[in-house]
């Protein structure tokens, strides 16, 4: 038995546990890509109507081909042939070589989460109300933690998975509310987004200089006369 049929067989019974961890609405695919006509290994539970024998998707063809270059797809959207919405993470399998030979599939039916998230949707909006909200505080520092949680909000992503370009727009924005008018608001802000006081004074000062820049190019623009080399 090789490296990879001793992989397959130690994951084969793994399948059922993890469809019955996620539920009714799971499907595990375990996947021998030596065999790309008839793949599919084992399957538990039932959402894309996967069989044993049955063959590679077009997806496990292009990782295949990528050798050992490629690399798992985690949180992809697809759909069923009947239409149903499914979240899928293909997680590849290597051999000791670090080629790869197969794949282990989660596939899960958000179809009526999605549904459901739209009809949430429906029942939170509060379009009645204004945008902005009043946080009424004698603390300040309660006062700025609402105002980067608002902002952390509106921007739709956690600090914690932003990108730099992301973190400096959310310090841009709260530099426009005039946040760091009140004393001690950078120490505040780095503490509620957990980065350090030198990451968030050096946020500050690199959105204050690129806004500065801006301001001098519409003058010089606006000036008769002005050359620009």
Same mark, same amino acid.
């Given at each position: 038995m090789t490296d990879a049929d001793a992989v397959l067989a130690a994951l084969r019974p793994v399948l059922d546990g993890l469809a019955?961890?996620?539920?009714?609405?799971? &499907?595990?695919?375990?996947?021998?890509?030596?065999?790309? &006509?008839?793949?599919?290994?084992?399957?538990?539970?039932e959402v894309?109507?996967?069989?044993p024998g049955g063959a590679m998707s077009e997806l496990g063809l292009s990782l295949l081909k990528q050798g050992r270059d490629? *690399?798992?797809?985690?949180?992809?959207?697809? *759909?069923?042939?009947?239409g149903r919405v499914v979240k899928a993470s293909t997680m590849l399998l290597r051999d000791g070589d670090g080629e790869v030979f197969g794949a282990l599939c989660v596939n899960v039916d958000v179809t009526d989460l999605r549904h459901a998230?739209? =009809?949430l949707g429906e029942l939170a909006a509060v379009n009645a109300l204004p945008d902005a909200t009043t946080t009424f505080t004698n603390d300040v520092g309660q006062l700025i933690r609402a105002v980067v949680a608002e902002e952390e909000l509106r =921007?739709? !992503?956690?600090?914690?998975?932003?990108? !730099?370009?992301?973190?400096?727009?959310?310090?841009?924005?709260?530099? &426009?509310?005039?946040?760091?008018?009140?004393?001690?608001?950078?120490? &505040?802000?780095?503490?509620a987004l957990g980065i350090s006081r030198a990451s968030a004074y050096n946020h500050l000062a690199e959105?204050?200089?690129?806004?500065?820049? *801006?301001? *001098?190019?519409?003058?010089?623009?606006?000036?008769?006369?002005i050359r620009r080399r």
């Open positions: 019955a961890t996620f539920g009714s609405n799971c &499907e595990v695919v375990l996947h021998d890509y030596r065999r790309p &006509e008839g793949s599919v290994v084992a399957v538990a539970g894309t109507g996967r069989a490629a *690399r798992d797809q985690i949180n992809y959207v697809t *759909r069923t042939p009947a998230a739209v =009809l =921007l739709g !992503r956690p600090v914690s998975r932003m990108t !730099r370009a992301e973190r400096l727009e959310l310090f841009r924005a709260l530099d &426009e509310r005039g946040l760091f008018t009140l004393q001690k608001a950078v120490p &505040e802000v780095a503490s959105i204050r200089s690129s806004a500065a820049g *801006r301001r *001098r190019s519409t003058a010089d623009a606006g000036r008769p006369g």
